[in-house]
């Protein structure tokens, strides 16, 4: 299983926008479809957005569609979330996983998130 690690978290003001990293460590990195996932104060942590092994395929949640980008670089090892627009709502520790099918239960283990938080 890879090894993951979340950062580029930020405080920001609406409207503002963050890039988010996950790093994986090991060669397989390009093996596994990746997610983005968040948890708010006092909510379930929550599936944001999806992409496929080679970067062709990508999801979105209602909530961030049209303004969250993911992308991946299998050469280093890495997956972006740029998040634009961004509004309090957004507000949550953001946290990536690999091969969990965007389901919370699915995820074996977690890393420790970055925070974002955004103000109105």
């Known amino acids: 299983q890879v090894r993951l690690v979340e950062s580029g978290g930020g405080l920001v003001q609406a409207g503002d926008s963050l890039r988010l990293s996950c790093t994986g460590s090991?060669?397989?990195?390009?093996?596994?479809?990746m997610d983005w996932f968040r948890q708010a104060p006092g909510k379930d942590r929550e599936w944001v957005a999806g992409?496929?092994?080679?970067?062709?395929?990508?999801e979105y949640a209602d909530s961030v569609k049209g303004r969250f980008t993911i992308s991946r670089d299998n050469t280093r090892n890495i997956m972006y979330l740029q998040m634009n627009n961004l509004k309090p709502e957004d507000t949550a520790v953001y946290y990536c996983?690999?091969?969990?099918?965007?389901?919370?239960?699915?995820?074996?283990?977690w890393g420790q998130g970055t925070q974002v938080t955004v103000s109105s």
């Open positions: 996983a690999a091969d969990s099918l965007g389901i919370v239960k699915l995820v074996k283990s």
């Open positions: 090991g060669r397989t990195f390009g093996n596994y479809a």
């Open positions: 992409i496929s092994r080679s970067g062709g395929g990508k």
